[in-house]
């Protein structure tokens, strides 16, 4: 064999595991994006399934206002509607999902604040346990959500890195979408007295 058609396997062999390698990365890095993402997935269903206990709980406080326990009952069905896999990661799916998480994340602030009208309510150990479940699910979630995103940059990070890009592309690996803060977020919330 010539030493011209020595070079060309050896290329092409260099080239082959190259690709192989790269792909790997990719599908190792996808994985990682969808084992974030279920995650936030399940925190957020951990702060659903407290819901019930806390909207029952209050319920029990007499003359509780039920229009509030009413939009938290239909945020939580809101939020708990929106649903889709990590393959599905698009800006308009994590908009859709956070939107519902936010509504859901108001009504529940609503429901802390008109509690603190009835002593007998914040006197209850089951929903001042509840309040402390409910903290420390939304830790849970902020930490899950940046988890989420740590997992996404690195992800998107390979895929748009040359040469793996052109692998990616071949192969439909596309780059994910981050989770954003809130519309609004950044202004400080007024405090009056």
Known sequence: MSRGIIATIAIIVLIVIMGGCSY???VQQDESVNTAWSKVQS????????????????????????????????ARANATSVKFTADQLTPENIQRFQQAQSQLNG????LLAVAENYPQLKANENFR?????LEGTENR???SRNDFNDAVQGYNRKVRSFPTNVLAGMFGFSAKAY???????????????
């Open 24 to 26: 790997n990365g990719l």
């Open 43 to 74: 925190d957020y269903q951990r702060r659903a399934d407290l819901i019930p206990n806390l909207v029952n709980t209050v319920k029990g406080a007499a003359e509780f206002e039920k229009s509030t326990l009413t939009d938290v009952v239909n």
């Open 107 to 110: 009504s529940l602030s609503r």
């Open 129 to 133: 346990d509840l309040q402390a479940q």
């Open 141 to 143: 979630i902020k930490v």
């Open 179 to 193: 989770f954003e803060a809130d519309a609004g977020a950044e202004k400080a919330p007024t405090v009056k007295f």
